[in-house]
């Protein structure tokens, strides 16, 4: 799955069995499926056989591994082999099983599946990656200093940086207004722009938390949200009309918004000298076709104070095809 970071705020999404899973997915394939069931006459009436065999999100073969595992609420350890297989005797009945393989991978919960006495079943077991790429695609960074002044910028970029306006050379030189307005070469700018390309890892963002937000309120939601946040009339100007023209296609949408702790860990600010107040925000969105019973908690906005010198940013990334989706559309 490919994101498109726009100018600070990330999205996802995959609905899976009450969980929401980011990473690639895979519209052909489930997490998991029986794919052979035979009868073993060396096992007892009393016993059953699944055959576990496990891949990973490429659909390479999990060899060689330990991979934790839950089998009815119960906690267990096993290596697959050379071509991935690991046996698991059980009672016949109803199982339902939680895998875990690394932190690089999401979760895998299973329904209950139903094995009969003396049968051996292969269950086919396909581990998704929480890591998925992006391309951070504008954004804008804002300076407001009381007084006009020299400002250094480094971005501390966990990936590759694409374009930069004005050029980033080791950093961002510039003169400030506290009005806003950059100065550079004999240039003025209203902003620093950046774009690059990263990957981010699932388990830093909690996409459980945040809007269901209709095409036509958008506007209104934005307006609403971003002056909570503390953003200025130009500063939600600029957002609103570069995000609402792109999500224009589905009558719904998923909105989750990153702040400076969550956000800092891919892209780092130094700002010399040191600001009074640093605000970030990076949206999140995705297109929604349907939400079914979605267990989603609305996410709790907090606002910034704009004293002194103040650093205000903000960016997004996108899902290029809907990527929330209900259990039963998979």
Request: aromatic share 14%; proline share 5%; hydrophobic share 35%.
């Amino acid at each position: 799955m490919r994101f498109i970071l726009s100018t600070p705020v990330f999205v996802l999404v995959l609905l899976l069995q009450g969980h929401f899973f980011y990473g690639k997915t895979r519209e052909s394939m489930p997490l998991y499926y029986i794919s052979k069931t035979e009868v073993m006459p060396g096992l007892k009436t009393s016993e059953a056989l699944f055959i576990l065999r496990f891949h990973d999100d490429a659909g390479n073969i999990v060899a060689n591994k330990q991979i934790k595992l839950s089998d009815n609420g119960v906690d267990k350890l096993v290596t697959p082999d050379a071509k991935g297989d690991a046996g698991l005797h059980v009672k016949p009945g109803k199982h339902r099983f939680q895998f875990f393989y690394s932190k690089d991978y999401f979760e895998i919960t299973t329904d209950s599946i139903v094995i009969k006495p003396r049968n051996q079943a292969t269950l086919e077991v396909y581990f998704q990656s929480s890591k998925y790429p992006v391309i951070c695609d504008k954004p804008v960074i804002y300076l407001y200093p009381q007084q006009k002044m020299p400002v250094h910028v480094e971005l501390d970029f966990k990936g590759t940086l694409g374009f930069t306006y004005p050029l980033y050379n080791k950093g961002w030189n510039m003169e400030a207004d506290p009005d806003g307005i950059l100065h550079a070469g004999g240039k003025t700018y209203n902003y620093l722009f950046w774009e690059g390309n990263t990957e981010i890892q699932a388990s830093t963002v909690d996409l459980r938390e945040g809007f269901m937000v209709k095409k036509d309120s958008l506007v209104s939601f934005f307006e609403n949200k971003l002056s909570a946040m503390g953003l200025n009339a130009k500063e939600t100007n600029d957002f609103i009309t570069y995000w609402c023209p792109l999500m224009q296609k589905q009558d719904q949408y998923y909105i989750h918004f990153m702040f400076e702790t969550e956000y800092s860990q891919y892209a780092k600010l130094t700002i010399e000298p040191k600001p009074d107040q640093l605000f970030r925000v990076f949206m999140l969105w995705a297109e929604v076709k349907s939400t079914g019973n979605v267990p989603l908690r609305e996410q709790v906005i907090k606002p910034f104070t704009r004293e002194g010198f103040t650093v205000v940013e903000w960016g997004g990334a996108r899902v290029e095809k809907p990527a929330y989706t209900c259990r039963e559309n998979l």
